[in-house]
């Protein structure tokens, strides 16, 4: 089976999970004897297409573009075109990329490779950011129903950062897909009628994109056991409560966490919160900020921790970093939403808490650091439900190879709305 893979904003190392995810899945369909190529694009000014072709271990082939060309459109089209011509796939997977999704779809339509959309967030839903969070809370509205609202919040947003002079890479495709006009919304309605499937995370995602398409399925993200593996033993009569992510992005909940230990030190001082950020003043010094890690450090950073935490308050669409914890053998608590309600077994692997119930949260981190029998037991049954359900391996076979080789042997794409 021959398949392209599209991620315009592929990283290796990886700079956030849709990397890692992008990057196990084609390294798992190589290594099943698939013949893989990953097309992708490199830019001047933004952290995209950065990678060595060599290192990788699939094939790979990337564009250098300046976003600020005006011609950089025809040459990214002519790029994608050229490499699927010579490749001849039989699916085209289009994967991590903004506001040119539906650009590069119809870029292909005269083309009869069947093609295949994999949302990470909510990029597409969203002209905000791909987060659909607006006021710290998630936002009830999406860009394909209530365009005009989208459009203007998109307008406010990108404004201010366009006058800050913030270019991000969300920002370029943003004006490059020239996504402010009227007529976007129109691309992306033809774009999603030449899009065979579109693979989602969440439930949560998909009960959205079911509205505005046929064929949604949802495809768990995944996690290298072994690489996530260490010899240390943690044990540490202060106990290490770890939060790991974006502590600095409201929506990832930071402040939920901090209100419940702060609660909880009125009752007991045996532990720590750990962070993976930068140092920040103003708070006591049973908050430690580590910095930032390298994908290589975590197994070791994970490894002295005894509790982990995920308290995101906007729809995580999987929740990466749950799994991370989880494959380390520790409890993880999360806030019950988005993915993360589907990765931990309540009251078996960890804890799900209400989103912005520092009490709850609060009352769960009590019951694990007064038993350290139950730290253990959860965290052994984390590991291994990890193990059996979410490796790499697993993923590949039983979600992605079991729809793509089916379809191919039937000649279509046609067949279930959603794989749990």
Not at 202 to 231: L, R
Not at 287 to 298: A, H, I, Q, R, S
Request: charged fraction near 20%.
């Amino acid at each position: 089976m021959k398949i392209c893979f599209i991620d315009l904003l592929f990283n290796w190392p990886p700079r956030g999970g849709a990397d890692v995810d992008t990057y196990n899945v084609l390294k798992q369909f190589t290594q099943r004897n698939h013949n893989i190529l990953l097309l992708s694009c490199s830019s001047p000014t933004q952290n995209r297409g950065m990678f060595n072709s060599n290192s990788l271990p699939f094939p790979s082939n990337k564009i250098s573009i300046n976003y600020s060309d005006n011609n950089s459109g025809k040459i990214l089209k002519d790029f994608l075109l050229d490499s699927v011509a010579d490749f001849q796939p039989d699916f085209i997977i289009i994967g991590n990329c903004f506001f040119l999704k539906p650009l590069i779809t119809l870029f292909f339509d005269k083309l009869s490779h069947p093609i295949i959309w994999r949302q990470y967030a909510y990029e597409l839903l969203c002209q905000k950011d791909i987060l659909k969070f607006l006021n710290n809370k998630p936002c009830p509205l999406d860009f394909l129903s209530t365009q005009d609202i989208c459009r203007k919040c998109g307008l406010y947003h990108q404004k201010n950062k366009l006058i800050q002079s913030e270019i991000t890479a969300w920002l370029e495709e943003y004006l490059l897909a020239k996504a402010y006009k009227y007529n976007y919304s129109v691309i992306l309605t033809n774009a999603l009628q030449k899009v065979q499937k579109i693979i989602v995370s969440s439930e949560t995602m998909a009960n959205i994109w079911k509205c505005y398409h046929p064929n949604v399925i949802i495809f768990p993200g995944g996690i290298d056991a072994k690489h996530f593996q260490t010899n240390k033993i943690t044990g540490n009569k202060i106990k290490k409560i770890f939060m790991s992510g974006r502590v600095e992005d409201s929506a990832k909940g930071f402040h939920v966490l901090y209100k419940a230990c702060e609660k909880l030190r009125n009752k007991r001082t045996d532990f720590e919160l750990i962070c993976t950020a930068g140092w920040r003043e103003g708070f006591p010094d049973w908050v430690k900020f580590m910095g930032w890690f390298d994908y290589d450090e975590l197994p070791e950073i994970y490894s002295e921790m005894d509790i982990c935490v995920v308290p995101s308050i906007w729809d995580e669409p999987f929740g990466i970093v749950a799994l991370e914890g989880m494959v380390m053998g520790k409890p993880v608590i999360a806030s019950n939403i988005g993915g993360l309600k589907t990765t931990i077994i309540h009251g078996k692997t960890g804890f799900l808490f209400p989103p912005n119930d520092d009490e709850m949260l609060m009352n769960y981190l009590e019951q694990l650091l007064a038993n350290d029998t139950l730290i253990e037991e959860m965290g052994n049954n984390a590991q291994q439900h990890v193990i059996n359900n979410y490796t790499w391996d697993k993923i590949v076979k039983n979600y992605y190879e079991k729809i793509l080789v089916k379809q191919k042997n039937m000649g279509t794409l046609e067949g279930e709305t959603s794989i749990e």
